[in-house]
């Protein structure tokens, strides 16, 4: 794209007739509201395709529940605080890595923990639960809802590796998945948890990675 | 930098004319076919430094967020171009060189040395800046040439802290 004014004191001239206040932290709150109503397209979408849960207001205080919804919501805060940094040149990317990195260190805890409590029949059946078939699968599935509203707000970003911040942005729109499908799912392990929403999670990071290094580059 | 984000047409241009000449001389000295290249190139960043301004922290170094976006532009411009050419992954970021010190280079230096005393702050200009001995900046600053190089040391010693802290 060349610039119609080939000189470049003309260019700078336009460019800056086009300064206008710009809010401070835009690129966060942008991310923001594109995360909250990814999330709100998901759970609508959810609960269109795979139907209401009846006892949805009884489980919300179990355990199970709490688990698959802190543990999404981290995730996406943290995947999403990394796309941002990715995208924002020069700023220190090691407070969100540490942060997925605690996350992660923390749930495989509680899986260890939940599988030494159990005997070795048991702990297949935490493994795979009643529906380990579909879960990964339908969670990458209702990603594709949320990553075009998590890729709107990467777009605006200026990522110096768009390959990675498109990662980063396919693990929020995985995560946000994750906690909208959580709303339907019935499993109650962490087991179950930690390995099948995680790898629908980590699928959608793969579909944003190979979308990031199309769409990101500016 | 600032003043362009809240809106000052006179303060962004003031800041864009500044990074022309320093966005020159970065892609100058890593050599292309000819100038229009180079200054392609200069357009081609002004422009993303515009389009991006938002994605400056004002947390962050001006210069390092300017730099890092010069990179990507030229790598992209060595992709697009097919060219294979190394391109360092940390800049030495050019300070005398390219006669931006003026500018915003000089600008995030202040920052970081207004961080320590006055005394030191001097100090650090004369012997790592200016190239005065010890024992001379040590004379203009009052102290002798032992008591300078104390003072020298604990003040790059800051300074080394509170730039690893920005890493966080």
């Known amino acids: 794209m060349k610039p119609e004014p080939l000189n470049t004191e003309d260019l700078i001239d336009r460019l800056a ?38 006892d949805l207001m009884l489980v919300v205080d179990e355990p199970a529940f709490l688990l698959r919804q802190v543990y999404a919501l981290s995730i996406a805060g943290f995947a999403g605080w990394l796309m941002l940094r990715l995208g924002q040149p020069g700023a220190p990317v090691r407070g969100p890595v540490i942060g997925l990195g605690g996350v992660a260190v923390l749930v495989m805890g509680l899986v260890a923990w939940e599988q030494t409590g159990l005997d070795g029949a048991s702990r ?36 110096a590796r768009p390959t990675l911040a498109g990662f980063s942005a396919g693990i929020v729109a995985g995560a946000v998945a994750a906690s909208a499908y959580g709303l339907y799912c019935a499993e109650i392990t962490a087991t179950f948890v930690a390995t099948w929403y995680s790898l629908g999670i980590l699928a959608s990071g793969l579909m944003g990675a190979a979308l990031g290094r199309w769409i990101l580059r500016w | 930098m600032i003043g362009g984000l809240d809106g000052d047409t006179r303060a962004w241009r003031e800041f864009l004319g500044l990074l022309r000449p320093a966005f020159h001389a970065y892609f100058k000295r890593r050599q292309f076919h000819g100038d229009t290249d180079v200054e392609d190139l200069v357009q081609e960043a002004l422009m993303a430094v515009h389009a991006k301004r938002e994605t400056w922290r004002r947390a962050d170094p001006v210069t390092s967020w300017c730099y890092t976006i010069a990179r990507y532009k030229l790598i992209d411009h060595l992709r697009k ?57 040590g004379e203009r600053a009052g102290l002798s040439e032992g008591a300078a190089r104390v003072s020298l040391h604990r003040a790059m010693k800051a300074l080394m802290n509170r730039v690893t802290d920005r890493e966080t």
Do not use: N
């Open chain 2, 81 to 137: 171009t097919g060219r294979v050419r190394f391109v360092p992954m940390i800049d030495d970021l050019p300070l005398e060189v390219d006669g931006v010190e003026d500018g915003a280079v000089r600008h995030d230096l202040d920052r970081l040395l207004s961080s320590v005393p006055a005394r030191q702050q001097a100090l650090v200009k004369d012997v790592k800046l200016s190239g005065y001995s010890l024992a001379e900046a």
């Open chain 1, 17 to 54: 007739a086009g300064a206008r206040p710009i809010p401070e932290h835009r690129p966060a709150s942008r991310a923001a509201v594109c995360a909250g109503l990814a999330l709100v397209a998901t759970a609508v979408v959810v609960w269109m395709t795979l139907g209401p849960r009846p």
């Open chain 1, 124 to 159: 297949l059946g935490a493994f795979l639960g009643q529906s380990w078939t579909q879960c990964s699968l339908r969670v990458g599935a209702i990603s594709l809802v949320a990553t075009p509203f998590i890729f709107f707000a990467a777009r605006r970003l200026a990522p």
